[in-house]
């Protein structure tokens, strides 16, 4: 599973999930700043999975019909620290692989929603 962490996620998990071995890719390494929309596009162009602690992801893929990757995890949490995001992607990661394949995923600490996303690529292939 390729990863695209969206700018708001913190580096140091960036660094802990590509030390775990994740293919993992950040905006804020590659293009600080570029909108939300253009986040979107490389995902689906990249075919990687968006992490993000943005809410209005849902809005611009469901209401907007703006691209969709083939899956996104929206964290709804503050992270007390800078790790704590990939040690929870770790985990979820770990015990349901294919968790965000097709879907938007909302994260809490001890919660997980999915919904199927508009338009499911396979991102095995």
């Given at each position: 599973m390729k990863l695209l962490a969206?700018?708001?996620?913190?580096?140091?998990?960036?660094?802990?999930?590509r030390q775990a071995g994740f293919d993992i890719t950040a905006i804020s390494e590659l293009s600080p700043g570029i909108s939300d929309a253009q986040v979107l596009s490389l995902a689906e162009a990249e075919r990687r999975v968006l992490l993000t602690f943005d809410r209005d992801y849902g809005e611009l893929?469901?209401?907007?019909?703006?691209?969709?990757?083939?899956?996104?995890?929206?964290?709804?949490f503050l992270p007390v620290t800078p790790t704590e995001p990939s040690?929870?992607?770790?985990?979820?990661?770990?015990?349901k692989k294919n968790l965000?394949?097709?879907?938007?995923?909302?994260?809490?600490?001890?919660?997980?929603?999915r919904r199927a996303l508009p338009a499911h690529t396979d991102i095995s292939k």
């Open positions: 969206n700018e708001n996620i913190p580096l140091a998990s960036v660094y802990a999930l893929i469901y209401v907007r019909g703006l691209p969709c990757p083939p899956g996104l995890v929206y964290m709804r040690q929870l992607l770790m985990k979820l990661f770990t015990q965000a394949d097709g879907f938007f995923v909302v994260l809490d600490r001890d919660s997980i929603r």
